[in-house]
């Protein structure tokens, strides 16, 4: 007899009936409702650089703050074999990181749990801890970043990949961050950006400009990622389908208005216990 392995069920407690529905969720909900991979800027590149100037490998433990559908965790795991503990202030994001993993790597050691940044607690600490840009989505920035060495073992790592940009953004730039994104604090300059991880020892850093996603890229992206929701959740009706790439296509010609904009960096910090929060050597 053979036996068909069965998918998980879909983790959300609702799947959307009509167009209306999809235009009507909240940015978050959305992003839930098409299971979109998140990902920090430059996604495996940036995650490549971490694993490679990070040392990650089998013994790391992870842990991802704002982990969002898991991508970083789930992915790390993946390429180095490290275990890794992700949270979210979403619920429904944590239910997705957790929906990804049994569905696309369930041997990898993952644990996903729903908590606010400002005051979570974690029993152990980490080797490493991975924020990538999203310290930029809480409201207060430095108040999370000052939390982030207690994450850490001695010695441990903290991979970043923040945005900034060292011009103001234009009005429409500002306005999609905030309309479309939900990021009411500042744009950072690159200075500010750094200023967040003062007191880690900076071991690697790169950075980078954004790259335009062209409208091919767009529409391919957008029906891929439809279609795989579509199919994960039991969507059939082709309004509801065209109604959600619609949306998703308007986010990522959005994103690109910003990506025009904005610069990130790579970054590889080290925290030494002995010396955090003071800093003896030069930066550069
Ligand atoms: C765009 S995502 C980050 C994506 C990607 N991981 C990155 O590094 O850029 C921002 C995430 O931060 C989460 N978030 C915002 N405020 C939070 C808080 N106070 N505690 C935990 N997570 C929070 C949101 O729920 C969202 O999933």
New binding site residues.
């Given amino acids: 007899m053979t036996v068909t392995p069965t998918r998980p069920a879909w983790p959300l407690a609702t799947v959307p009936r009509s167009p209306a529905e999809v235009r009507g969720a909240s940015y978050?909900d959305f992003?839930a409702m098409v299971n979109q991979t998140?990902?920090?800027?430059g996604a495996y590149a940036t995650l490549n650089e971490w694993a490679t100037f990070g040392r990650v490998d089998a013994s790391s433990s992870v842990l991802?703050?704002?982990?969002?559908?898991g991508?970083?965790s789930r992915e790390l795991a993946r390429i180095t074999g490290c275990r890794a503990v992700g949270?979210?202030?979403?619920d429904d994001?944590v239910r997705l990181a957790r929906y990804n993993h049994r569905t696309s790597a369930p041997g990898l050691d993952l644990e996903y749990f729903t908590?606010?940044?400002?005051t979570?607690t974690v029993k152990n600490t980490f080797t490493h801890v991975?924020?990538?840009?999203?310290l930029?989505?809480?409201?207060d920035p430095p108040a999370?970043a000052r939390q982030l060495a207690g994450f850490l073992t001695d010695g441990g790592h903290l991979l970043?990949?923040p945005?900034w940009s060292d011009e103001p953004l234009p009005a429409e730039a500002e306005s999609v961050r905030r309309e479309v994104?939900g990021i009411s604090s500042p744009m950072e300059t690159y200075k500010e950006a750094m200023a967040l991880y003062r007191g880690f020892d900076v071991m690697h850093e790169s950075r980078h400009e954004m790259v335009q996603e062209s409208e091919e890229e767009i529409a391919l992206y957008c029906s891929f990622t439809v279609d795989r929701a579509c199919a994960q959740s039991g969507v059939h009706d082709p309004e509801v389908r065209r109604a959600m790439v619609e949306r998703l296509t308007g986010i990522r010609r959005a994103s690109n208005l910003l990506r025009r904009h904005l610069r990130y960096s790579v970054l590889v910090l080290r925290y030494d216990a002995a010396s955090h929060p003071a800093r003896y050597v030069e930066l550069f």
């Fill in positions: 978050p992003v998140n990902v920090m800027p991802e703050v704002a982990c969002t559908t991508f970083s949270f979210d202030l979403s994001s908590a606010d940044g400002a979570v991975v924020v990538g840009a999203a930029g989505f809480f409201p999370m970043a990949s945005f994104f």
